[in-house]
């Protein structure tokens, strides 16, 4: 008897172990499920998120300039994509889509078509279908040339005189075509007339056949190799092709000639921003500037290369001294708004926006834009949405406002018209993940959990690793009393988060 009872009393022993186990796994796993049932019976407000302000277009270009040149040097995918990363703040993917279709370079430049094939082979996502989209480039405006050199022609033959006055009077008429002619046949009667090759180069210039009109310059300095008006709208044609190294070494060349040649010293410093190198593009404007003080533009060209190295303030002074020079500047006060904003400074930049605005015409869409940006930040949103509707007006297919624009009305509550408005950006760009989980989020707020759970699932088709929206899709779930499902997103939710902590 007694030793039945020691064995009944070893297997309750066993059996209460055995159940003391259960009880602390069932407690662990009922703290896990509390956890998520407070998050479900109390969801938070599912989080706004935007994009940053979008920038002008030169600062686009001039970004991708500079990666272009460095791709062209040998950078790797894994350089790219860092890039990439470091100016995400600045730039997203979204926007740079955006942008490409009004990147301006030459048809004919081999360069730019090296560097974007091979951004195109390094497949970077984004960037590189962007490189894809731009083969083969676009052409840029042309720039009014230097004007030819109307000077003596005692020395030359009788014919060759008579064809390079009527040159001169046929250019100076708008006959730019008769003129290359007439200079052409006083070439032919004195084939070392520096003076009517140099003339040819310019009139090709303003024709847009730089490389034609580089063979002329190459002919002129032949024959007189201190000509440094030669080296100079060389350098130039070399620059419209964007043929940044070899105009810098045509631009030395025409300052080692007319070391005060203001006008070099400018076009080198334009030369060395696009390369990217803006430090010595500052001290290019700054040699302009010594010789010509009141030339505006380096002085907002320096304003530009500080902009681009961050510095902010300095930027400020000198977009500042391009306005005392010109006052009505409409770039200068467009960038002197867009440094006070990375400032901080808001109301300032509403200011240098409205003076953009002044004196550039109304249907200049991008000071409205960043004004509608500013107000954004200042909260401000009712006066925010009218300037983005003025951007609207002036083009109607920029996503980005109108992404901006939901943003605004969801702040103030006007959940319906936000979504109209992600209607709209989504129209111009189906797969801006952003703008569907915005959707989302007013859907959820006006208790739509259903539709919120379709805007926040096309944000996953386009971002699968979107932990929020997995989160706020849970939350929509539990609303519809959808609780297993509602744990599988919270899952998939925590997934995420834990491999990018």
Same mark, same amino acid.
């Given at each position: ?34 956890? /998520? ?100 480039? =676009? ?25 390079? +006055?009527? *040159? ?5 008429? *708008? ?33 847009? =056949? ?25 350098? +130039? ?38 390369? *990217? ?83 550039? /015409? ?75 989980? +915005? ?63």
């Amino acid at each position: 008897m007694f030793n039945q009872l020691m064995r009944l009393v070893r297997r309750f022993r066993q059996w209460f172990k055995q159940l003391m186990h259960l009880v602390r796994r069932f407690l662990q796993w009922l703290t896990q499920v509390g956890n /998520k049932l407070l998050n479900l019976l109390n969801p938070p407000p599912p989080p706004q998120r935007s994009n940053p302000p979008r920038l002008p277009d030169h600062e686009y270009e001039w970004l991708f300039r500079q990666l272009l040149t460095k791709v062209g040097q040998g950078w790797n995918r894994d350089q790219v994509m860092g890039w990439l990363r470091r100016n995400e703040h600045r730039v997203t993917e979204s926007q740079w889509r955006e942008w490409c279709p009004r990147f301006q370079h030459s048809a004919k430049d081999p360069e730019i078509s090296r560097q974007l094939s091979l951004l195109k082979k390094l497949n970077c996502g984004a960037i590189s279908e962007i490189a894809a989209y731009l083969l083969p480039p =676009e052409t840029p405006p042309e720039a009014a040339p230097p004007n030819p050199a109307p000077t003596s022609t005692d020395s030359l033959p009788a014919d060759a005189k008579k064809w390079f +006055n009527d *040159g001169l009077q046929r250019y100076d008429n *708008g006959d730019v075509r008769g003129a290359i002619s007439s200079w052409e046949k006083a070439i032919e009667f004195q084939p070392d007339d520096h003076k009517a090759w140099y003339n040819r180069g310019v009139a090709l210039s303003y024709s847009g =056949e730089y490389k034609q009109a580089i063979s002329s310059y190459d002919q002129a300095l032949k024959y007189k190799p201190d000509l440094h008006k030669a080296w100079f709208s060389r350098g +130039n044609a070399l620059y419209h092709l964007g043929k940044y190294e070899q105009a810098l070494s045509s631009y030395d060349q025409a300052l080692k000639y007319k070391p005060d040649l203001h006008k070099a010293w400018f076009n080198r410093g334009k030369a060395l921003s696009d390369l *990217g190198e803006y430090k010595q593009a500052l001290s290019s404007y700054d040699e302009a500037l010594k010789y010509k003080p009141d030339f505006h533009e380096p002085w907002f060209s320096r304003g530009n290369a500080l902009y681009h190295l961050g510095e902010y303030k300095q930027a400020l002074s000198s977009y500042d001294q391009a306005l005392k020079y010109k006052p009505d500047l409409h770039k200068a006060w467009f960038s002197r708004g867009n440094a006070l904003y990375h400032l901080g400074e808001y109301k300032q930049a509403l200011s240098s926006y409205d003076q953009a605005l002044k004196y550039k /015409k109304p249907d200049y869409h991008e000071p409205w834009f960043s004004r509608g940006n500013a107000l954004y930040h200042l909260g401000e949103y009712k006066q925010a949405i009218s300037s983005y509707d003025q951007a609207l007006t002036y083009k109607p297919d920029d996503h980005v406002a109108w992404f901006n624009r939901g943003n605004a009305l969801s702040y103030l509550g006007e959940y319906k018209q936000a979504i109209s408005s992600y209607d709209e950006a989504l129209k111009y760009k189906p797969d801006d993940h952003v703008a569907w989980y +915005n959707r989302g989020n007013a859907l959820y707020h006006l208790g739509e959990y259903k539709q919120a759970i379709s805007s926040y699932d096309q944000a996953l088709k386009y971002k699968p690793d979107d932990h929020v929206a997995w989160y706020n899709r849970g939350n929509a779930l539990s609303d519809l009393g959808e609780y297993k499902q509602a744990i599988s997103s919270y899952d998939e939710a925590l997934n995420i988060n834990r491999m990018t902590m």
